[in-house]
């Protein structure tokens, strides 16, 4: 089992930027594929971004990508997702995920497919 703990979330303007980390334990963590999942109040839990295991595979919901950017440092056992000008509709509960998996290159979007999850850091974005 991996525990995960996410981190860097706060409170921030619109067109601001926020840095989120995901610390990881209990496995190597170079054999997880990762992934950022994101959850409005009243809304369901929606996938946001995710990394292979070397992280050279990455994958983006469309609504975020060009101002989001999902990575990795295996030997610090921490993922991190880098927000640029943050949209009030970017309002949510992050949460990161991780599978073990066999093969360097998946990317998972389903959060059906990841066994372990963080919980949580709340990101608000204002007007």
């Known amino acids: 089992q991996v525990q995960l703990v996410e981190s860097g979330g706060g409170l921030v303007q619109a067109g601001d930027s926020l840095r989120l980390s995901c610390a990881a334990s209990?496995?190597?963590?170079?054999?997880?594929?990762m992934g950022w999942f994101r959850q409005a109040p009243g809304k369901e839990r929606e996938f946001v971004a995710a990394?292979?295991?070397?992280?050279?595979?990455?994958y983006y919901v469309d609504s975020v990508k060009g101002r989001f950017t999902i990575s990795r440092n295996n030997a610090a056992n921490t993922m991190y997702l880098q927000m640029n000008s943050l949209k009030p509709e970017d309002t949510a509960v992050y949460y990161c995920?991780?599978?073990?998996?066999?093969?360097?290159?998946?990317?998972?979007?389903?959060?059906?497919?990841?066994?372990?999850w963080g919980q949580g850091t709340q990101v608000t974005v204002s007007k």
């Open positions: 990394i292979s295991r070397s992280g050279d595979r990455t």
């Open positions: 995920a991780a599978q073990l998996t066999a093969f360097w290159y998946d990317v998972y979007s389903s959060s059906g497919t990841y066994g372990d």
């Open positions: 209990g496995r190597t963590f170079s054999s997880l594929a």
